[in-house]
């Protein structure tokens, strides 16, 4: 069964416009969840986790991320786009029934236009 | 900072080659993983180590093994490469295996296998 997913596999956005990236979890109990950015032929970046605490959290490079347990949901967001944004993000659950493994998504390709 | 480095960037073998894609990190982490990452597919977990010489397997072991000799370094071998390994590979390592843990990831190995 799916444990997580991201709703859109690419997303375009021109710069200075909100981004926003959206992720929805499968879970019987209290995840931990994360974003991480892969940029172009690099590994992979941890932005910002949440882990049961405050659920707006901050990441790195100005993104935040609201956990909204009535929708499941852990969309990612930036106020304004920037051109060094553009990378590949990763919406990554954690769960105990896994043996604490980290289950990701299939990413979001975010494009920005000048 | 963390620092998880991997062997290769990119690698081109023949089908039937004995692969060894190897992974050194500097903190002392604990835990160790091994990824291939596919387009549309995200990262998945191929096999992991939560110490010295012990190893279990993640979600896609098969034609795979690996090797944990030392704390620091974490092997994966393709006993014989075929051309549906052709991915990317990337190593992480985690202080420990909690929930919570965030993973530090490698700059990942290209694998070709004509």
């Known amino acids: 069964a799916q444990s997580v997913t991201q709703l859109d596999s690419h997303v375009s956005v021109s710069e200075g416009t909100p981004v926003l990236l959206r992720c929805n979890y499968s879970?019987?109990?209290?995840?931990?969840l994360f974003w991480y950015v892969q940029h172009p032929n690099k590994g992979l970046q941890l932005l910002l986790k949440?882990?049961?605490?405050?659920?707006l959290v901050k990441g790195i490079n100005g993104f935040e991320a609201e956990f909204k347990k009535s929708e499941t949901s852990f969309h990612l967001t930036k106020p304004s786009a920037h051109m060094s944004d553009a990378a590949e993000y990763f919406c990554?659950?954690?769960?105990?029934?896994?043996?604490?493994?980290?289950?990701f998504g299939a990413g979001t390709i975010l494009r920005v236009k000048s | 900072d963390v620092k998880v480095t991997q062997s290769s960037r990119y690698l081109v073998k023949r089908t039937g080659e004995k692969v060894f894609l190897e992974c050194v990190q500097d903190?002392?982490?604990?835990?160790m993983f091994w990824y291939r990452q596919d387009p549309g597919l995200g990262l998945r977990l191929i096999y992991f180590s939560y110490d010295v010489k012990m190893k279990e397997k993640g979600d896609i072991p098969e034609g795979y093994s690996v090797s944990r000799e030392k704390k620091e370094r974490f092997s994966l071998i393709l006993e014989s490469a075929s051309t549906n390994q052709t991915s990317m590979y990337l190593c992480?390592?985690?202080?420990?295996?909690?929930?919570?843990?965030?993973?530090?990831f490698g700059p990942g190995t290209r694998l070709l296998v004509l």
């Open positions: 949440y882990t049961s605490a405050a659920t």
């Open positions: 903190m002392d982490h604990e835990n």
């Open positions: 879970s019987s109990y209290s995840p931990s």
């Open positions: 990554v659950v954690s769960r105990m029934e896994y043996g604490n493994k980290l289950v």
């Open positions: 992480a390592s985690s202080l420990r295996g909690g929930v919570q843990e965030t993973q530090y």
